[in-house]
């Protein structure tokens, strides 16, 4: 049966795993050696796909991975977003890993608005931080109200910018009051990396306690979209693959969401992860945590890690780069 998808919203062009940073938390798990970026034909087509669905200019962005790892290659993805019918994107997310100093900054602010970007969605938390010093964040800020414009600056967060210590310099109690505080600007979801580096800090509850826990909303709900170097189409928070765009438009790939083409998606949208999804995963040799699990994306995570240790991993677990 045929599942229906919210209309697109929002587009993201997920250009590379590669990051100079390996944050603790990082979803996708990027970083170290991983390598590999989207073809810039590749690219063009999904931006015209984003172009079919009228999903608006503001809404189309880059992301990573790290995209000014290699200045060259993001004009030339930059570059492309003419022939697909933008005028440019929207924004561009960033670590600040390379507003080392003003003169650098300016140079590079200049060279992607020339090339119509809006805006910088600009990455500092504690878990940046202790790859970033916090001093190249506030420069690109105010280098680049200068340079783009009063509103061009997207902080994820705010309250970024008045850390005194990261991570590395945190105790454990710190870090543990720091996750859980239920005031702070946003939720790290335990998975990819965190599920090695953050899960100890935290208490677990055992999987049946996020029974009858629908996905749907988190996953597809915002009615944002990404494809990946692999052409794969990821939406939302990246729990998940749709299909592959490698010969498909994004269209095309919506309509064919459905209960016999994405067996997983059906179940974490109905469910969550501890209905069908698990019960399928321990006849399959999947065992529990002794310890429990810190959230639901915890679990859910550690399910599909299994199924991708088996060896025959289905098409609806991705990006591979983030179970490695
Ligand atoms: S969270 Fe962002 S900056 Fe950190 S490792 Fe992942 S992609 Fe890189
Ligand atoms: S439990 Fe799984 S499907 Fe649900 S929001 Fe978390 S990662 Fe996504």
Not at 97 to 118: P, S
Not at 127 to 145: A, G, W
Not at 177 to 190: A, G, K
Not at 310 to 316: F, P, V
Request: a positive charge; aromatic letters at 8%.
């Amino acid at each position: 049966m045929k599942i229906i998808m919210p209309k697109p919203k929002a587009g993201g062009l997920l250009v590379s795993y590669s990051c100079n940073a390996k944050c603790k938390h990082c979803y996708l798990n990027c970083g170290g050696k991983k390598s590999g970026k989207m073809d810039i034909a590749d690219a063009k087509r999904h931006l015209q796909s984003f172009k079919e669905e009228g999903i608006p200019k503001e809404e189309v962005h880059i992301t990573g991975g790290e995209p000014f790892i290699d200045l060259d290659y993001l004009v030339s993805i930059l570059d492309v977003a003419q022939e697909a019918g933008y005028s440019g994107f929207g924004f561009v997310e960033t670590n600040a890993f390379w507003a080392t100093n003003q003169e650098k900054c300016k140079r590079i602010l200049e060279t992607i608005k020339k090339r119509g970007v809006e805006k910088l969605c600009i990455s500092s938390d504690i878990f940046h931080q202790e790859f970033i010093p916090l001093s190249n964040v506030k420069r690109l800020v105010e280098n680049c109200y200068e340079v783009i414009g009063p509103n061009s600056i997207m902080l994820r967060w705010q309250g970024g910018l008045d850390l005194k210590k990261h991570i590395g310099e945190m105790t454990e109690t710190e870090i543990k009051e720091y996750i859980l505080n239920p005031n702070r600007e946003f939720r790290t979801r335990i998975v990819g990396r965190g599920t090695k580096t953050l899960a100890d800090f935290l208490p677990r509850q055992k999987a049946e306690n996020f029974k009858d826990s629908p996905c749907f909303e988190k996953m597809v709900g915002s009615g944002h979209y990404h494809f990946d170097l692999h052409n794969d189409l990821i939406p939302g928070i990246g729990c998940i693959i749709l299909g592959n765009a490698s010969n498909r438009t994004l269209r095309e790939l919506l309509n064919n969401v459905s209960e016999e083409n994405n067996p997983m998606f059906e179940m974490l949208s109905k469910e969550g992860p501890a209905g069908r999804f698990l019960a399928q995963a321990n006849t399959k040799g999947y065992r529990e945590l002794e310890k429990g699990y810190c959230d639901k994306c915890h679990l859910c995570f550690d399910i599909k890690k299994h199924i991708v240790s088996l060896g025959n991993s289905t098409k609806e677990i991705g990006p591979k780069e983030a179970y490695v």
